[in-house]
T-cell receptor, first 114, second 111 residues
């Protein structure tokens, strides 16, 4: 059973370009969380999705950021018109339910905006 | 909004000494989880506590959940170099709620 797969592992974008980060949850998991982590800092909640639904996006910036988890395919975190301040590690985690189960993390995508 | 606070932010200990990190929530939690992140790695689940006053042990690690379900602690006995990393607590207010992480405690082991 493959773990949570994130790709790409490293992504370099120029200012103004778009960044697309993908997350394939563990098999059977329908709950996905996205977190952002700056160097030497904690995990900041961005968005919580269940299949095709955004449950909580209170941590997402109002502009340029969007997330989806379609019925088929991976969850996508999309950042439009990237700026230097978007440089960070973005982790996705999945769980089998939003209840009592643990979250399994992917290895993250390290985004660098140049 | 819901906050999970964790202290200390950093801890340096001599190898063989004990280590404790504390987690406090502004609201009552449905459950609390602990994760470990090695330098350059991703968070890995350690344990989950659900019941008020619950205590769980994993070898040298002891996890506690407070009676009011608002605080938790992780204690490591006789630290080893393999314990290096950042320890995060994470809580849920409701069963189907987002997981909110504390800022983590970064543990450094001095040989």
């Amino acid at each position: 059973n493959a773990g949570v797969m994130q790709n790409p592992r490293h992504l370099v974008r120029r200012r103004g370009q778009e960044a697309r980060l993908r997350c394939s949850p563990m098999k059977g998991h329908s709950h996905v969380y996205w977190y952002r982590q700056l160097p030497e800092e904690g995990l900041k909640f961005m968005v919580y999705l269940q299949k095709e639904n955004i449950i909580d996006e209170s941590g997402m910036p109002k502009e340029r950021f969007s997330a989806e988890f379609p019925k088929e395919g991976p969850s996508i975190l999309r950042i439009q018109q990237v700026v230097r301040g978007d440089s960070a590690a973005y982790f996705c985690a999945s769980s089998s339910s939003g209840g009592r189960t643990e979250a399994f993390f992917g290895q993250g995508t390290r985004l660098t905006v140049v | 909004g819901q906050q999970v606070m964790q202290i200390p932010q950093y801890q340096h200990v001599q190898e063989g000494e004990d280590f404790t990190t504390y987690c406090n929530s502004s609201t009552t939690l449905s459950n609390i989880q602990w994760y470990k992140q090695r330098p350059g790695g991703h968070p890995v689940f350690l344990i989950q506590l659900v019941k008020s006053g619950e205590v769980k042990k994993q070898k040298r690690l002891t996890f506690q959940f407070g009676e009011a379900k608002k605080n938790s602690s992780l204690h490591i006995t006789a630290t080893q170099t393999t314990d290096v990393g950042t320890y995060f607590c994470a809580g849920r207010v409701n069963r189907d709620d987002k997981i909110i992480f504390g800022k983590g405690t970064r543990l450094h082991i001095l040989p």
